[in-house]
C-alpha cells in the first residue's frame, strides 16, 4: 500500500491533475509504454475498441484522444507486463492469498493458462483447456441444471453474451443474473413501467438542445469523465445544470477538458453545475416532489407550467400524482431532503423556465431501498413538462460496465419476459425454461442456503461485489463447482467450490485470431449505439482463449452431440454469432454485420424516444412513490444512512490505488467521510479509528473495524465509504424493493468509537 501523502488537491476535474495522473500510470515499469500509447489513440474510434471502462456514448466525430484519466487506467491495467502464470500459484497457497487486498491480487498480473483447484495441497495447478472443458462438462451434466447461477459481470461482448444466455437455457436453466442486478435493474424495472423501455431515451445530440440538464447521484467526474465535455459544452451553450448530490463532487464542480489547449494553458476551469443541492441520501423523491409542487403552484397562479397536452395525449394517472404533490406536506418534504424550499424554489424555476430538459442519473437513485419508486418519480418530474421523447429532452441513466445494457439486449435475464424464449425455441429446436431464474440477491440466498450447487462466473467478482461478504464468503466454498472466466485474479477465486476452475480470457484490446481470422466484436453503450470493436494487440499469453471460445468449450462439453448451434462455426466467425442475434432480434438487429463500424454506432431504436408507449395501458404512467423517504428505514439517534462510494481509483472492485485526490483521500480507503457536528456530537476526533456496526432490522452482527474519521462536506446523518471495502455492513435482504438491487446508498448503520 503507497503510504503517499499528497498535499491537498483543489483542481478541477480533467486539467493537469488528470495528465498528470495519466504520465505517472505510464511511468510504471510494468507497463509496455509503446502499444499502450498505441492502444489509447484506438479507443472509441470506428475500427478501434471499445474501451472496456464505462458505457458512456461514443460520439460520430472522436477526438485524438477519446478518452480519459479512468479510461487509461484500465487501458493500462490491462496492458500490464506483469504475469500470473504456475510459479505464482505453486508459491502462494489459497490460504495465503486470501490475506491479500484486491489491489495486491489484481496487481499481480494477468491469468495465463487455465488452472484447476487442488484441495489437497490449496493451490490451483495448471490444467489443459480439453480437460478443463471435460470435466466441468461432466460436472455441470450431473447436477440440477436449475441450481447453477450463470453471472456476467457487464463486459463481455453481445457475442459472447448470446452465447452464454443461450447455453444456460439449452441446459435449461434461467439463473442468468447480471451486475445491472446490483446496479441499473432499478432502472430497467421502473422506466419500464413508467415509459415502456428499459434503457435512456435521450441521445447525445440531445445534449446539444437542451436548456437544462437536472443531474440526481451521478458521479460524472469519476464514473463517466468523457460526459463531462458534453455537460461543458451544453453549459458553454448556456444550458443551465442543476446537480443533486449529498457530496459535492468535483467533476460536477469544474472540469478543466485535456483536450482543450485553451483551458488548459489558461488554467481555467469553467463551472459544471450551475446550482449545487446537498441533499439527504434518500431524499430525491422529497426533492422532486417539492419542485413538482412548485410547478402546480405557479399554474394554479396562471403560469401554464405543466405541459397539459402531452399529459392528456401521452400519459395516464396523472390526477392521482397530482393530488399525492397537493398533499404532500413541506416540512416533510424539507425533512426529507435536507433543502430549504428556496433551494428548491431555485431549482424549480430553472426547469419551469427550460424549454428541453434532461434528466441525468446514477447509482444515487437505484441503490436504495425505494431505488424504483426513485426511477418513477424521476419519470414523473421530466413528464411534467413532457420531456420525453423530443429533442433536446429526455430521460439519461448513465449505465456502468461497457456492454452491461447490451448483455441485457441480448438474453442475460433471469426474467423469462425479456427473453424472446418463443423465437429461440424455434431456432434451437429446444423447450427453453419458462419459470423466473435468480437474480444476483436470490443467486446469493441460495448460496448461503445451500439450494445453489454450481457458478459461472463470465467476467466480475461477483463475492465481492455483493452485500453481507461475511456470511457469503463461507457460504461460496460449499458450491459443488466454480468456474471463473477472468482476466485477473481476485478475491471470488479465492472462494473454491469442490471442483474450481479459474478460465483466463484475452481482453477486448487483444487480437482475438480464430479459424476464419482476426474477428471483431460488438458492444452497446448507454445510449442504446451498438459498436464494433476490433483488438490489434498480442495476447498477454499464447495460451489465452477467448471469452467466446470459452464458453462455446464449456457449452460443447454439456450439450453433447446437439446439432444446433454449431459453436465451432459460430467460434471460427463471430460474424455467424451476429446473424444468430438478427434472426433472434430483428427489430434491433437489422443488417447488423453491414453496421459494425457506423461513426458513432447503429441506434438500436427506442419507443418512448418515438413517443410509443410499451406499458401494459398503452401509455406513459405517472406513478406516485411508495415513499417520500428512499431508505426504507426512519431516522433515529445514533443511527446513520451510509453511502458506499467509488474512489477515482478504482472501478468497482478492482482497485487501480489508494488515493481519491478529488476528496482528498490519499493513501488509504478505509476511511470514514463525516460531518464536523456529527464528529463532535459522537465525540469523536479526526483521524480516530472507529468501527462501524450494521443498524439493520434483521439485528445479524455486522461490522467493519479500523477506519479513520474524517471531516467531509456531507449532510448530517449521512457518512460515506468505499465499496468493497464496507460490503460486509450491508445485509443482504436490504435491496431495492421490486428490482433487488442492494441499497449500497443508504446503509443503517451505527458508530463506535
Ligand atoms: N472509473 C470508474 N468508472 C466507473 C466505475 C468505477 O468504479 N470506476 N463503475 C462503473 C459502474 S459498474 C457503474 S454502475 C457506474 C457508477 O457510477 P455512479 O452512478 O456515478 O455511481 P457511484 O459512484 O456509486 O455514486 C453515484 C453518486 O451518487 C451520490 N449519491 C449517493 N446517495 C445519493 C442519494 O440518495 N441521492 C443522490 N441524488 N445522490 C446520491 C454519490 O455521492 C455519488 O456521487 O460507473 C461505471 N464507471
Ligand atoms: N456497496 C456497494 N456494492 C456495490 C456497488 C456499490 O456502489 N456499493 N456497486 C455495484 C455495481 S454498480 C456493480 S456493476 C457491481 C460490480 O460487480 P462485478 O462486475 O462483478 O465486479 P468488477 O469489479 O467489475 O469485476 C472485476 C473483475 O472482472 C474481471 N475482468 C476484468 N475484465 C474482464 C474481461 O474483459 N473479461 C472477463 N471475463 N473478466 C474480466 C477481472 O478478473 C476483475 O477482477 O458491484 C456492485 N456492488
Ligand atoms: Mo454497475
Not at 257 to 265: A, E, R, T
Not at 586 to 612: I, S, V
Not at 638 to 656: A, E, W
Request: hydrophobic letters at 35%.
Amino acid at each position: 500500500m503507497s503510504d503517499e501523502k499528497r498535499t491537498h488537491y483543489d483542481g478541477p476535474a480533467g486539467g493537469w491533475g488528470s495528465i498528470q495522473s495519466v504520465t505517472r500510470m505510464f511511468t510504471q515499469d510494468d507497463l509496455p509504454r509503446l502499444s499502450t500509447f498505441n492502444a489509447l489513440l484506438r479507443i472509441n474510434k470506428p475500427g478501434g475498441f471499445a474501451c472496456t471502462s464505462c458505457a458512456w456514448t461514443k460520439p460520430k466525430h472522436p477526438h485524438t484522444a477519446e478518452f480519459c484519466e479512468n479510461g487509461a487506467k484500465a487501458t493500462a491495467w490491462d496492458l500490464t507486463t506483469a504475469r500470473v502464470e504456475a510459479e505464482f500459484f505453486a508459491q502462494h497457497t489459497v490460504q495465503e492469498l486470501s490475506t491479500w487486498p484486491d489491489y495486491e491480487l489484481e496487481k499481480a498480473g494477468r491469468l495465463t493458462q487455465p488452472m484447476r483447484y487442488d484441495s489437497e495441497t490449496d493451490r490451483y495447478v495448471p490444467v489443459t483447456w480439453a480437460s478443463a472443458f471435460a470435466d466441468i462438462g461432466q460436472q455441470l451434466t450431473d447436477m440440477d441444471p436449475k441450481s447453477v447461477i450463470f453471472y456476467a459481470s457487464g463486459k463481455a461482448s453481445l457475442e459472447t453474451s448470446y452465447m452464454y444466455s443461450l447455453w444456460a437455457r439449452l441446459l435449461g436453466s434461467q439463473n442468468l443474473p447480471d451486475s445491472s442486478n446490483m446496479c441499473h435493474e432499478s432502472t430497467s424495472v421502473g422506466l419500464t413501467q413508467s415509459l415502456g423501455v428499459p434503457v435512456g431515451t435521450c441521445l447525445l445530440e440531445d445534449f446539444e438542445h437542451c436548456d437544462a440538464i437536472f443531474i440526481f447521484g451521478q458521479n460524472t467526474g469519476v464514473n463517466s469523465p468523457r460526459m463531462l465535455r458534453t455537460l461543458q459544452q451544453a453549459r458553454m451553450r448556456g444550458a443551465a445544470i442543476v446537480t443533486f448530490n449529498p457530496i459535492r463532487e468535483r467533476g460536477l464542480e469544474f472540469f478543466t477538458d485535456p483536450q482543450s489547449v485553451g483551458q488548459m494553458l489558461t488554467g481555467a476551469k469553467p463551472p459544471i453545475s450551475s446550482q449545487y443541492h446537498q441533499l439527504q441520501a434518500g431524499g430525491d423523491i422529497a426533492a422532486m416532489t417539492g419542485m413538482a409542487k412548485l410547478l402546480f403552484e405557479a399554474e394554479d397562479q396562471g403560469r401554464p407550467v405543466i405541459d397539459r397536452a402531452f399529459i392528456a395525449e401521452h400519459t395516464q394517472g396523472f390526477d392521482e400524482f397530482e393530488s399525492f404533490v397537493r398533499h404532500a406536506d413541506w416540512d416533510e418534504l424539507l425533512a426529507e431532503s435536507g433543502l430549504s424550499k428556496t433551494d428548491l424554489q431555485s431549482a424549480a424555476d430553472v426547469y419551469m423556465n427550460a424549454k428541453a430538459t434532461i434528466g441525468v442519473y446514477g447509482m444515487g437513485l437505484t441503490q436504495h431501498r425505494h431505488g424504483v419508486s426513485n426511477v418513477h418519480m424521476f419519470c414523473n418530474f421530466l413528464m411534467m413538462r413532457g420531456n420525453i421523447g423530443r429533442p433536446g429532452a429526455g430521460a439519461c441513466p448513465v449505465r456502468g460496465h461497457s456492454n452491461v445494457q447490451g448483455q441485457r439486449t441480448v438474453g442475460m435475464t433471469e426474467k423469462p419476459e425479456l427473453a424472446p424464449l418463443d423465437k429461440l425455441a424455434e431456432l434451437y429446436d429446444f423447450e427453453p425454461p419458462r419459470e423466473k431464474g435468480w437474480d444476483t440477491v436470490e443467486s446469493c440466498s441460495a448460496i448461503l442456503d445451500g439450494r445453489a450447487q454450481g457458478f459461472i462466473g463470465l467476467g466480475g467478482n461477483l463475492a465481492r461485489a455483493v452485500p453481507d461478504t461475511d456470511r457469503m464468503e463461507p457460504a461460496w466454498r460449499n458450491l459443488g463447482l466454480t468456474v471463473n472466466i477472468a482476466t485477473k485474479l481476485n478475491r471470488t477465486h479465492l472462494l473454491p467450490g469442490k471442483t474450481c476452475y479459474l478460465l483466463p480470457c484475452l481482453v477486448r484490446m487483444e487480437r482475438d485470431q480464430q479459424a476464419g481470422g482476426a474477428q471483431t466484436v460488438t458492444i452497446e453503450d448507454s445510449m442504446s449505439m451498438v459498436h464494433g470493436s476490433v483488438g490489434d494487440i498480442a495476447p498477454a499469453s499464447p495460451h489465452l482463449l477467448s471469452e467466446a471460445a470459452i464458453v462455446a468449450g464449456m457449452a460443447k462439453a454439456t450439450l453433447g452431440a446437439r446439432a444446433k448451434p454449431d459453436w465451432d462455426a459460430w467460434v471460427g466467425d463471430y460474424g455467424l454469432i451476429r446473424d444468430a442475434i438478427q434472426e433472434t432480434y430483428p427489430e434491433f438487429f437489422p443488417d447488423f454485420n453491414q453496421h459494425l463500424f457506423d461513426a458513432g454506432g447503429f441506434y438500436k431504436g427506442n419507443a418512448a424516444h418515438e413517443r410509443q408507449w410499451h406499458t401494459k395501458s398503452g401509455k406513459a404512467e405517472f406513478l406516485v412513490p411508495q415513499s417520500l423517504n428512499a431508505t426504507g428505514f426512519s431516522k433515529e439517534p445514533g443511527r446513520f444512512r451510509l453511502l458506499t462510494i467509488r474512489s477515482n481509483d478504482q472501478f468497482n472492485t478492482t482497485i487501480y490505488g489508494f488515493d481519491d485526490r478529488f476528496r482528498d483521500v490519499m493513501g488509504t480507503r478505509m476511511v470514514v467521510l463525516m460531518n464536523s457536528e456529527d464528529i463532535q456530537d459522537q465525540q469523536l476526533t479526526e483521524g480516530g479509528m472507529i468501527t462501524l456496526d450494521s443498524d439493520d432490522a434483521d439485528q445479524i452482527p455486522r461490522s467493519v473495524s479500523g477506519l479513520e474519521v474524517r471531516r467531509f462536506n456531507i449532510p448530517r446523518g449521512c457518512i460515506a465509504g468505499y465499496f468493497p471495502e464496507l460490503n460486509p455492513l450491508i445485509s443482504l435482504t436490504h435491496h431495492a424493493l421490486e428490482s433487488n438491487v442492494p441499497a449500497a446508498k443508504s446503509v443503517p448503520v451505527r458508530i463506535r468509537a
